[in-house]
């Protein structure tokens, strides 16, 4: 009776694992140095998950569409990867917990309220993970930005809005969709324009 009952129960825990990784999951590859990595399923529910590897990692990539997910490091890192992207660990550390969600905002982002219809919110991201935040305008007019913060990744976490920003020493950054992109080389922006499309 026993032996019955359990490969029934694993062959049910296996079948509920399999169904949670297609419907509520995000897969994340951590990568370090000389190419090593590894992955692991984040539920897209915005608790919070450990992460056991101690492997020192220079990058985040997340493969999961319409996700913002924030990874805290062990010297005190805040890694946040919008969409379908790769960021940027700095400096590069173990990770020892991170957490996933649906939407534009994440713990790692600071609290802001949502921008009114026909605007997009953007996160400017420097170094040691200080970062800020402004509205654009999706009507394709240029807009100031005023913040002195020299800036390493641009993130955007609305799709179909595509916006373009130039840096003070002449660096042209697009940003199309849900997606952080590098800004190279690193330095503060003093305009950008959005639209959708």
């Not at 897209?44 to 590897?53: A, C, L, M, R």
């Not at 490091?73 to 917990?97: E, L």
């Not at 020299?150 to 130039?166: D, K, L």
């Amino acid at each position: 009776m026993k032996l019955t009952l359990i490969p029934a129960l694993l062959s049910t825990s296996v079948l509920g694992l399999n169904i949670g990784r297609g419907q509520g999951n995000a897969q994340i590859t951590f990568i370090g140095a000389a190419g090593a990595q590894f992955t692991q399923d984040f539920p897209i529910d915005g608790s919070v998950v450990k992460i056991t590897n101690p492997l020192s990692i220079s990058h985040i990539y997340d493969g999961t569409k319409g996700t913002v997910c924030t990874f805290d490091g062990i010297d005190h890192s805040v890694t946040t990867v919008a969409g379908v992207s790769q960021v940027d660990v700095g400096p590069p550390q173990t990770q020892v917990q991170g957490s996933c969600h649906w939407g534009s905002t994440a713990r790692g982002y600071p609290d802001h309220p949502q921008p009114p219809t026909g605007e997009v919110l953007i996160t400017f991201i420097g170094a040691a993970n200080a970062q800020f935040q402004q509205s654009f305008p999706t009507n394709g007019a240029s807009t100031q930005i005023t913040n002195p913060l020299s800036i390493s990744h641009i993130a955007s976490g609305t799709s179909r809005v595509h916006c373009t920003f130039n840096g003070i020493d002449h660096s042209v950054t697009a940003v199309n969709g849900a997606q952080t992109v590098d800004v190279g080389p690193p330095q503060t922006q003093v305009s950008g324009a959005c639209y959708v499309g």
